[in-house]
């Protein structure tokens, strides 16, 4: 078997190496990956100030809205479909003293509850994801925004390293539409939606990395669901079995950034001044 002697040795010359320094060690180094808060020197590119009044699409907790009128000035409102989150945003506002600026509303991008041309910025971060109609909800985005008004979108496409039976699970698991997280739909809807595409970044592992790197959310996590996976009756029993299936969709999702199977992507759109 002279040829399985060429692959075994041509494996293995490296494989033990690999695990240690010498030429590895380059890999244990950072490349200095940027963090989330990224995203914010982005809006300050896209010419929001105190007089601008911004709309982020999908505001979960309220972080960002909150963080957006502290740093611009400007005032936001936040919409999320989900009441709790509504009513997390309100609370955040009032604790971070921002309440006379940052207000909360519950909605659906698929159907925005404010009349045309009402905003000068839009901010939708990591939740397109989610969204069953992205063109309908793209185009009432556009007929918020103000004529040649911006919006950030910052949202993760699969790439093709994720094979469809995970694919299936996860989305299934977390509430993700396959489609909405095909890059060229994505785009394809902001095109039709009069939303011309000003910057594409494809920001890969680059932010997980930076969290990796300055808090071990990945490593922790992956062990989370190591010890999950092996004791699943323990784990159900202790959390409680919706708590348990939850947390088994979310911890793949930074590994999977790491892994390339899923890739953060960050757009700056410029609504058609005709639109
Ligand atoms: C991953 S969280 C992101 C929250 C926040 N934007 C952030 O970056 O931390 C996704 C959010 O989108 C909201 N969401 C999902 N579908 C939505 C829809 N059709 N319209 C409005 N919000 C939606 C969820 O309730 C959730 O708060």
């Not at 692959?7 to 590895?24: D, K, L, N, V």
């Not at 990956?33 to 911004?54: A, D, N």
């Not at 911890?251 to 005709?274: E, F, M």
Request: hydrophobic letters at 40%; charged letters at 20%.
């Amino acid at each position: 078997m002279p040829e399985k002697k060429s692959q075994m040795e041509a494996i293995y010359r490296h494989m033990w190496a690999s695990h240690e320094g010498g030429p590895f060690a380059p890999l244990d180094e950072s490349l200095h990956p940027r963090p989330h808060s990224m995203l914010y020197e982005v809006v300050s590119t896209c010419g929001v100030s105190s007089s601008s009044l911004v709309l982020d699409i999908g505001s979960g907790r309220g972080n960002h809205s909150c963080a957006l009128a502290q740093r611009f000035g400007c005032a936001v409102v936040g919409l999320d479909v989900a009441q709790f989150h509504v009513e997390q945003g309100r609370a955040r506002a009032v604790q971070e003293g921002v309440s006379d600026r940052v207000s909360f509303v519950q909605g659906d991008i698929e159907a925005l509850p404010f009349e045309d041309e009402r905003f000068d910025f839009l901010w939708s971060r990591d939740m397109l994801m989610h969204v069953l109609a992205l063109p309908q909800a793209l185009a009432e985005c556009a007929r918020v925004l103000k004529p040649a008004g911006a919006m950030l979108a910052y949202t993760t496409v699969a790439t093709g390293r994720m094979e469809p039976k995970e694919a299936a699970w996860l989305y299934a698991s977390f509430g993700l539409v396959l489609e909405s997280m095909e890059e060229g739909v994505v785009e394809a809807a902001f095109q039709a939606a009069g939303l011309q595409m000003h910057s594409k970044e494809q920001l890969g592992s680059e932010l997980m990395e930076w969290v990796e790197e300055h808090e071990g959310r990945a490593s922790r996590e992956l062990m989370r669901l190591a010890r999950m996976l092996r004791k699943p009756e323990y784990y159900q029993e202790l959390l409680g079995t919706r708590r348990y299936e939850v947390a088994l969709a979310n911890y793949p999702w930074a590994l999977y950034i790491l892994l390339g199977k899923l890739s953060p992507t960050l757009y700056v759109l410029q609504k058609n001044a005709s639109s």
